[in-house]
């Protein structure tokens, strides 16, 4: 694809599905700072912490397999939808009982956490499957449909913090509402599609093959995206973790437009790859973006937010500069899983070489980082961007050479 044909087709596509993607991040990003307002940074945490918990236990529902479905559908196959929903929902009820579990543990030492956990963990079998509705959207490439779904669901998401706070509920109780509600959207949305009611097809097999395999790959950047919030609660303490969590949000809310201006260039990746120039060219320019973006969000975290936030400013502002690398490394893998010729094995062995690496090295600066332990930690997301782009180019070319 050329430069030129790049910017027409993001020009009439990617706006969308920004947006729709943008909703999910920057409810969550609302809704901490509510409730951090509301009770303080802690409770703030809370909230990370029980969504941290609740995205484990969805590794357990197959979550990669909206890959697949994009993959065959692109290909003109049917009876797609209704065997990966069937595997999901089959595979999460071992997420539903380890959840369970989790919350009889944390209900015996005390934590008032446990009954968000609870209840979160009997509604995995229905709260992850459903959510494929918006893969079967970005197989049409409707996308402007997909931005309407998000903007509805997540409005009304992010409305029931501000309620929250004026029948103080609390974090736990509040997690109850909200996950009561996902559920019941993602249903509402996924019934929509006339998809859903195809009968099975015959690759029925293949394709929960490919979604094992893939969920294996993908189940070690999940384990990364919440892997440094919960050592932060254990090395720091909560407080530590709402202020991580809001510098953080803060620099991926920008960065992570990336991911969803991709989802535009899933049908086109089935078909072919980027070239060396495009991406070069992508590379350089989003760079300066993040750097000029890094300094421009000083006024925000100093003026906007308040001096209680100022120690966020710098993992905010490490996380954009490292836009550029972001979307380098994010191209090669998704191009790594998506082309027709694709051997899932290298984002297999991508993805567990780079998440043992930056566990390590995550554990490394909590432990050992002192003062600077937030800053070393914040470092680990554009630390493991180039990782994953070295290992999925490294392990691409042995591949091609054997």
Known sequence: MQIKQFMLYSFHHAPWAV??????????YIVIILLSKYYGLAAGGEFRLLLSIVGLLSLLTLAESDKVAIRH????????????????????????????????????????????????SLLLPL??????????????ENFRTLALYSVVKYTILTSLALLAGLWSLTTSAFFIIYYVALTTLNIGLLVLQPETFEPSSPEAPV?????????????FPVVLEHADKFLVSYFLGLEKLGLYTIGISTGRLIAVVI????????????????????????????????????????????????AEY???????????????????????????????DAKLGIPMMTSFLSTLATLSY?????????????????????LRDLMTLILTLALSKRMQTT
Not at 19 to 28: D, F, I, K, V
Not at 315 to 329: K, P
Request: proline share 3%; glycine share 10%; hydrophobic share 55%.
């Open 73 to 120: 559908l692109v290909m003109g196959k049917k009876g797609v939808i209704r065997p990966l929903f069937i595997s999901r929902v089959e595979f999460s009820l071992i997420g539903m009982a380890i959840g369970v579990i989790t919350a009889v543990v944390f209900y015996r030492e005390g934590q008032e956490i446990w009954p968000g956990i609870l209840v979160a």
């Open 207 to 219: 394709y929960f093959r490919e979604s094992i395999q893939l969920s294996v790959a993908g189940f």
């Open 19 to 28: 947006l729709a993607s943008l909703c999910a991040g920057l409810s969550n």
């Open 362 to 382: 995550l554990l490394l600066s909590l432990k050992f980082g002192g003062r600077f332990a937030l800053i070393l930690s914040a470092a680990s997301y554009p």
């Open 259 to 306: 991911k969803p201006t991709m989802t535009v260039y899933f049908p086109v990746l089935v078909k072919e790859r980027f070239g060396f120039s495009l991406l070069l060219t992508l590379f350089l320019g989003l760079s300066v973006a993040g750097i000029i973006g890094s300094w421009l969000l000083s006024y925000y975290f100093f003026h906007v937010l308040g």
């Open 127 to 140: 709260a992850f499957p459903t959510d494929l509705y918006a893969q079967i959207v970005q197989s049409r």
């Open 310 to 340: 100022a120690e966020a400013y710098s993992l905010a502002a490490i996380v954009l500069a490292g836009l550029g690398i972001y979307f380098i490394s994010v191209v090669v893998y998704y191009s790594s899983i998506y082309h027709k």
